[in-house]
C-alpha cells in the first residue's frame, strides 16, 4: 500500500482504521489484537481514535488490548482528538455538548488519552471541531508542552475551515500535519467550498471521515441515493469492482490530494474491500459521472 508522508518522520496508511464504534463490536481483548494484526498485514497501520468515542470508552477498550502485545505499538500510527466536551455518566455536571480548547483541557485530554491507550505517544492529536471560543495562544502553548514533553509528535484539526485552519497556524510553530473532514461521494461539500483547495496548497493530507456516507449509500432510498448506486454499479461492472463500499473508496482515491478514508468496521472483509480499492481505477469521465450522478445535473 502506498503510505501517505505526514511529516518527515511520519507516514499514515492510506486507509485508515477508524475505531468510533469499537464499544459496540463486543470483542475480547485478544479478538481485538487478532484483528489489529490482520490490519496491520494488509498495510492498514493508522488506527484513528477519540477521547469520546464510545462514551469515553473505546480508547481504554484499545489500550487494555494493546498491553497484551505491546510490541506492537511499533507497526502502528495512532491517532486521537480532543476538545468536545459530551454530557455522559462519567461527567454527569455537564448539561449541553460544548467545546473546549483551552491549554489545561487540550494537556489534561492528551494525557488522559496515553493512560487509557497504554502508550508513551500519540503521534498526531487533533482538536476535534472548532470552538468558537478558541484562543490560539493558548492552543500553541498547549500543543508545546506536550511536544516538548514527548507526549505528542504533530498535531492537526478536524472539520476546520480553510479560514480556521489558517488563523490557528499563524499562532502554532509546527506544520499542522492534517484536517480531517467529511467527505464521500454523497456529500461532496469539503471538495467545492474551498477546502480541499486550501489542503493542497499547504501539503496537508487529508483524513476523510464517513466516505461511505454513514451507510446511506447502501439503503437510502432518496433520488440521490437511488441515481448513485445505479451509476457506481454500472461503473463497478466496467472496472472490475466488488462491491458498493469499494467504488465509493475508489471514488475518493481517485483524487488528487492523498486523501485518507477512515475505514469504520469492525469486520475484516470489509477492511480488506477498502484495501483493495487502491487497486481499481476510474477514468475521468467515470469519476465525473459519479459526481453527476450526487448532484443529479450536468457538473458546471
Known sequence: MNNVNITEELSFSRIIQGFWRLADWKMTNAELVTFMEQCIEVGVTTFDHADIYGDYTCERIFGEALSLKPSLRDEIQIVTK???KLPSVNYPDRKVIHYDSSKPHIIESAEQSL????????????LHRPDYLMDPEEIAEAFSVLKKDGKVRSFGVSNFTPSQVAMLQSYVDAPLVTNQIELSAMRTDNMENGTLDFMMQHRMAPMIWSPLAGGRIFHEQTEQAIRLRTTLERIGAEIGAQSLDQ???AWLLRHPANLMPICGTGKMERVKSAVDALKLHMSQEQWYDVLESSKGYHVP
Open 82 to 84: 480532543c476538545g468536545i
Open 115 to 126: 493512560r487509557n491507550l497504554q502508550t508513551d505517544y500519540i503521534d498526531v492529536l487533533l
Open 247 to 249: 467504488l465509493m473508496y
